[in-house]
């Protein structure tokens, strides 16, 4: 059975930094392009970062680049997603999803506010 496990979002402050992670189990994410996704209250999910399947090309949202990184961890089986620099409008349940099995995690909620 396909799963992905979010963990590590939280509250923190402007400018804070967050690492979010993605357990995946079912399948390796070596080999499978990974996904993170945003939705705010109110407002419809968002792309934020992408990392492909075999190279290690990334892409990132407007609003993110500079300040995010994804980043896969195969030994772990994992899909990270650093967030630096945070900003309130970056409050939102984050979300890990593989566009190859159409499966999403239960999301982990980052709020930032001071």
């Known amino acids: 059975q396909v799963q992905l496990v979010e963990s590590g979002g939280g509250l923190v402050q402007p400018g804070g930094s967050l690492k979010l992670s993605c357990a995946a189990s079912?399948?390796?994410?070596?080999?499978?392009?990974m996904r993170w996704y945003r939705q705010a209250p109110g407002k419809e999910r968002e792309l934020v970062a992408g990392i492909s399947s075999i190279a290690v090309i990334t892409s990132y949202a407007d609003s993110v680049k500079g300040r995010f990184t994804i980043s896969r961890d195969n030994a772990k089986n994992t899909v990270a997603l650093q967030t630096n620099s945070l900003k309130p409008e970056d409050t939102a349940l984050y979300y890990c999803h593989a566009p190859r099995f159409g499966t999403w995690g239960q999301g982990t909620q980052v709020t930032v506010a001071s």
């Open positions: 079912g399948f390796t994410v070596s080999g499978n392009a």
